[in-house]
């Protein structure tokens, strides 16, 4: 299964049950940005939200998992371990990428952090000028700061929406 695959099946079903992606995303407590990320094939759905879209779709996991609609309600155990095994590998690729994430982000924010330090080590208040060494320091140590906090807080605010 690939990810424009699975887009194109959730895309299928939203408009089928007649839902807008606004109205998908607020049911499954995510951005309507993440509903279309994942219709355009450019991510997957977080696996704690795999029930929930399920669910919203009127589809059982597995189908939702083979991104196609089950003539039968009778499972093979073949057919079910191959979509246990894609869940699986799809559950580490999305930590591989969080993994990847966190770690830029913090040598971003400790950058930022040396950046401001330096900064604020080296000005001088006889030399006040917006584009002293030190100001400029100070500016983008506080830039890859925020960029860092943003990242924090986004991250926090999406664990802590889901309920």
């Known amino acids: 299964m690939d990810a424009k695959q699975m887009g194109m099946f959730i895309s299928k079903l939203r408009k089928e049950n007649n839902m807008t992606q606004a109205q998908l995303a607020k049911e499954l407590h995510v951005s309507d940005k993440a509903v279309s990320r994942w219709e355009r094939g450019l991510g997957f759905p977080d696996i704690n939200t795999i029930e929930p879209l ?8 597995l189908e939702l998992m083979q991104c196609q609609r089950m003539p039968t309600k009778d499972v093979q ?9 894609t869940t699986l590998d799809i559950v580490q690729q999305q930590k591989k990428i969080e993994l990847r994430n966190m770690v830029m982000y913090s040598i971003v924010g400790i950058i ?8 604020l080590a080296f000005h001088s208040h006889d030399n006040f000028s917006l584009f002293s060494r030190p ?13 860092f906090l943003t990242y924090l807080y986004r991250r926090v605010n999406k664990y802590s929406r889901k309920e």
Do not use: K, W
């Open 135 to 147: 100001i400029l320091s100070c500016c983008v140590g506080m830039i890859m700061l925020m960029v």
């Open 112 to 119: 930022g952090v040396i950046c401001l330090l330096i900064g």
């Open 54 to 61: 399920a669910e919203a779709l009127n589809v059982n996991i």
């Open 77 to 85: 155990v073949e057919v079910a371990t191959d979509a246990v095994n």
